[in-house]
């Protein structure tokens, strides 16, 4: 049982370049979010979605795109690196029934992303 | 809007007890998430309250005001390894079950 999987891990990009982050979980959650994390802060919420074809704008949506087509993936698309989108991406999944009781969400380790 | 407050750093001696503290004032409610995060790793689960009281789990015990909107963490025998960050997190009521994370507070484990 892999959980929640990100790829790449790392990775530098130039600005104005565009790339595709992405999580995959095998767990058949509904529940899928993307966060940020920038270095000694917490997380913010990106984009979230609850299930196929139904995605939402979090808390700092700006300069990302997320699609979900199957309930397995939830890509995180950014058009136009800019530096202020260097940061930490996590992904995490919940099946609808824990995403109401004591269980947290399922963490994926994580996508380091710096923009130069 | 959402606000979580946690202490930025804190720093205690190998063996002791600390308590992180947590104040939040959210629009909505249901349930209050500890996690601990070592660096360059994701956030790992510790504890969860949604009532009010002490929810133990071996050296770490977990508190819930939710009328004070405050909540601590106690970390007992502290461990070297117990150096990490501290992210208290409030899972919002109301459709989707979103969760809003603190800055996090770092604790540094000192012989």
């Known amino acids: 049982n892999a959980g929640v999987t990100q790829t790449p891990k790392f990775r530098i990009l130039k600005i104005g370049q565009s790339m595709t982050l992405q999580c995959t979980q095998d767990?058949?959650?509904?529940?899928m979010y993307w966060y940020r994390q920038d270095p000694g802060m917490g997380l913010k919420l990106i984009y979230y979605?609850?299930?196929?074809?139904?995605?939402d704008k979090g808390e700092v949506p700006n300069g990302y795109n997320v699609s979900r087509s199957t309930t397995e993936d939830f890509p995180l698309r950014l058009e136009l690196a800019a530096p202020s989108q260097t940061s930490v991406y996590f992904c995490?999944?919940?099946?609808?029934?824990?995403?109401?009781?004591?269980?947290?969400?399922?963490f994926g380790d994580g996508t380091r992303l710096s923009i130069l | 809007g959402q606000n979580i407050d946690q202490p930025t750093e804190m720093t205690a001696t190998e063996g002791a007890i600390v308590q992180i503290n947590c104040t939040y004032q959210?629009?909505?409610?249901?349930?209050l998430f500890w996690y601990q995060q070592h660096a360059g790793e994701a956030p790992t689960f510790l504890s969860y309250?949604?009532?009010?009281g002490l929810e133990e789990k071996g050296r770490f015990s977990s508190f819930l005001s939710r009328s004070k909107g405050y909540s601590y963490l106690l970390l007992k025998e502290l461990q070297m390894k117990d150096s990490a960050s501290y992210l208290c997190?409030?899972?919002?009521?109301?459709?989707?079950?979103?969760?809003?994370f603190g800055t996090g507070t770092k604790l540094q484990v000192i012989p």
């Open positions: 995490a999944s919940i099946s609808t029934g824990d995403a109401y009781s004591n269980q947290p969400q399922h």
């Open positions: 767990m058949n959650h509904n529940y």
């Open positions: 979605s609850v299930g196929a074809g139904i995605t």
């Open positions: 959210t629009s909505g409610f249901n349930g």
């Open positions: 309250n949604v009532l009010d």
């Open positions: 997190a409030v899972r919002l009521s109301g459709g989707y079950q979103k969760v809003t």
